[in-house]
């Protein structure tokens, strides 16, 4: 069921007057530079979530990928307790939260910072999908624990990415098949 226009007109009203929280303002300041990034591996074709984990997996070493996960270990704890849902379903649906739980499930197994790491940055990726959608709310209370707890993440992986890869003079590409 589609909301109406005055239940639209509201929230874009709530938007407009975020205010100066730095959270709902940094968020997607931050994924619009993540995106950036992660448009170096995306071949045409390619869902974007895998570009998401992509970068992460190609440019990481694993010592750098650990530092990441110490700095952010609160947040991302957090963020995995009850992982985001895929919003273009219903709460209701089983698969709401599938992929994200999926993804948390390696977070809490992996012995591994990079896959981890790409993991964090997928379910992420779920939450920027929800917000630049038009399913997040800044009054809702779920939707200000989501923010965040995501943001501090996107506030160290972005720049530390972008650190990385700024020492690239050329830019690697990732093997057929990836």
């Known amino acids: ?25 940094h968020f ?16 045409p074709g390619q869902r974007e979530d895998q570009a998401v984990g992509g970068v992460i997996e190609l440019f990481f070493e694993k010592d750098a990928a650990q530092r990441c996960l110490d700095l952010v270990k609160g947040p991302i704890d957090d963020l995995v307790r009850l992982p985001p849902g895929d919003d273009r379903r219903g709460p209701h649906d089983p698969d709401y939260r ?10 809490g197994s992996s012995t591994d910072p990079i896959e981890r790491l790409s ?8 939450v920027r999908c929800n917000l630049l959608h038009g399913s997040k709310d800044p009054a809702v209370m779920r939707d200000q624990e989501l923010i965040a707890y995501c943001t501090p993440i996107l506030e ?23």
Not at 1 to 25: F, I, K, T
Not at 119 to 126: I, S, T
Not at 157 to 171: G, N
Request: proline share 7%; hydrophobic share 45%.
């Open 1 to 25: 069921m589609h909301p109406s226009p005055h239940e639209q007109a509201l929230l874009a009203y709530r938007w407009l007057n975020v205010g100066d929280d730095r959270m709902w303002l």
């Open 28 to 43: 997607p300041r931050y994924w619009m530079a993540f995106n950036a990034l992660y448009k170096v591996v995306q071949r």
């Open 98 to 107: 599938g992929k994200t739980t999926a993804l948390a499930n390696v977070i």
């Open 119 to 126: 993991c964090v940055m997928k379910v992420v990726y779920q």
């Open 156 to 178: 160290v992986v972005v720049p530390t990415l972008q650190a990385i890869m700024e020492s690239h003079h050329s830019v690697p590409r990732p093997a057929a098949g990836c």
